[in-house]
């Protein structure tokens, strides 16, 4: 699969799994580089394995990692734990990276392949960025809500 290819599968499905489990309509475009939010945030990270070796990453400010939360549980962000925010990013980093893999599984005719999966791993704290520890290439798109609130989604990705 070419680079836009990959960079068209991510930004597709984060846009599917945010508007069927989030309930919430995001666009997409193409970040170059890395994410870069100055205030706290939170990172959700998940690895995975197989004919393919990746690190999908969900980057975003602790309001709107809040207002995730709210929406899949369907409560007030006020009614939130920091656990329930945390836990809520980490179920999304996880939908997005199984959603990815079994439609790069279906468009690289890699249906007999299994791919592990890690779980979710989360980071919360100010000034850090994360890369994945390999010399994969890194794709980042850019996804902003109606509200105009902006989050990354971040895909290294290599064949095994």
Do not use: W
């Not at 998940?46 to 549980?73: D, H, P, R």
């Not at 997005?96 to 249906?111: C, E, H, T, V």
């Not at 999966?117 to 994945?132: C, L, N, R, Y």
């Amino acid at each position: 699969m070419d680079v836009q290819g990959i960079r068209d599968l991510v930004k597709t499905t984060t846009e599917e799994i945010f508007k069927s489990m989030v309930f919430m309509d995001v666009k997409g475009q193409y970040h170059e580089g890395h994410p870069s939010i100055p205030e706290r945030h939170l990172t959700a990270m998940v690895g995975f394995a197989g004919a393919y070796m990746g690190l999908a990453t969900i980057n975003c400010s602790n309001e709107f990692a809040k207002a995730i939360g709210a929406s899949m549980l369907q409560m007030g962000s006020d009614q939130l734990s920091a656990e329930d925010v945390r836990d809520a990013l980490g179920e999304i980093a996880n939908m997005i990276a199984g959603r990815f893999k079994s439609q790069l599984a279906l468009k690289m005719d890699l249906s007999g392949q299994v791919f592990e999966q890690s779980v979710p791993s989360v980071i919360e704290g100010m000034d850090f960025e994360t890369h994945a520890v390999t010399d994969a290439p890194s794709y980042c798109i850019r996804f902003e809500d109606s509200n105009g609130d902006v989050f990354f989604v971040e895909l290294a990705l290599k064949e095994a």
